[in-house]
T-cell receptor
Framework: GNSVTQMEGPVTLSEEAFLTINCTYTATGYPSLFWYVQYPGEGLQLLLKATKADDKGSNKGFEATYRKETTSFHLEKGSVQVSDSAVYFCALSMTTDSWGKLQFGAGTQVVVTP | NAGVTQTPKFRVLKTGQSMTLLCAQDMNHEYMYWYRQDPGMGLRLIHYSVGEGTTAKGEVPDGYNVSRLKKQNFLLGLESAAPSQTSVYFC???????????FGPGTRLTVL
């Protein structure tokens, strides 16, 4: 079946440091890929997405590129802020799936210190 | 425009008790979903609905029932709560199956 694997946390960084969160996937077919973010005490919200190979999703200074050859969708940000402290989830869905199921990774907690 | 709301925010149950979680969305979305979030496991789909009057099972449906009598509401029921159902429950909705899912703030349920 389809699955998503992302690096374990917590990831602790200083403000203005570079952030990378690795995400790889296994899927039969061509999934759409997503990064969701969950701030403390809140629900998940979409951060960015990419629907086909070589697409780059970007939002709020975060970027991720859909790499079909390495089945990866790593999340990056050049200079993190304390407000980026959150749990980040990588997810996929299959466009052929009639019910739009999202398959989530386990989540990576990011802690940014001043 | 409130988006997706969930009621209640917190609940503590004793084993064997029943309860209903309510999800409401005001975006006229067709698709609605119930997930549970457990540490180290991401989110797992419990049940979903592709329109008013329809429901279907997700990955982990055992012990739960759902109903979608109105397009804007999706109810999740626990008939006889068990400690294994201690979790954070999230509702989500979307226009169609390939669209972005919008999540509610969650319900933290503890079963003693």
């Amino acid at each position: 079946g389809n699955s998503v694997t992302q690096m374990e946390g917590p990831v602790t960084l200083s403000e203005e440091a570079f952030l990378t969160i690795n995400c790889t996937y296994t899927a039969t077919g061509y999934p759409s890929l997503f990064w969701y973010v969950q701030y403390p005490g809140e629900g998940l919200q979409l951060l960015l997405k990419a629907t086909k190979a070589d697409d780059k999703g970007s939002n709020k200074g975060f970027e991720a590129t859909y790499r079909k050859e390495t089945t990866s969708f790593h999340l990056e940000k050049g200079s993190v802020q304390v407000s980026d402290s959150a749990v980040y989830f990588c997810a996929l869905s299959m466009t052929t799936d009639s019910w739009g199921k999202l398959q989530f990774g386990a989540g990576t907690q990011v802690v940014v210190t001043p | 425009n409130a988006g997706v709301t969930q009621t209640p925010k917190f609940r503590v149950l004793k084993t064997g008790q029943s309860m209903t979680l309510l999800c409401a969305q005001d975006m006229n979305h067709e698709y609605m979903y119930w997930y549970r979030q457990d540490p180290g496991m991401g989110l797992r789909l419990i049940h979903y609905s592709v329109g008013e009057g329809t429901t279907a099972k997700g990955e982990v449906p055992d012990g739960y029932n759902v109903s979608r009598l109105k397009k804007q509401n999706f109810l999740l029921g626990l008939e006889s709560a068990a400690p294994s159902q201690t979790s954070v429950y999230f509702c989500a909705s979307s226009y169609w199956n390939t669209d972005t899912q919008y999540f509610g703030p969650g319900t933290r349920l503890t079963v003693l």
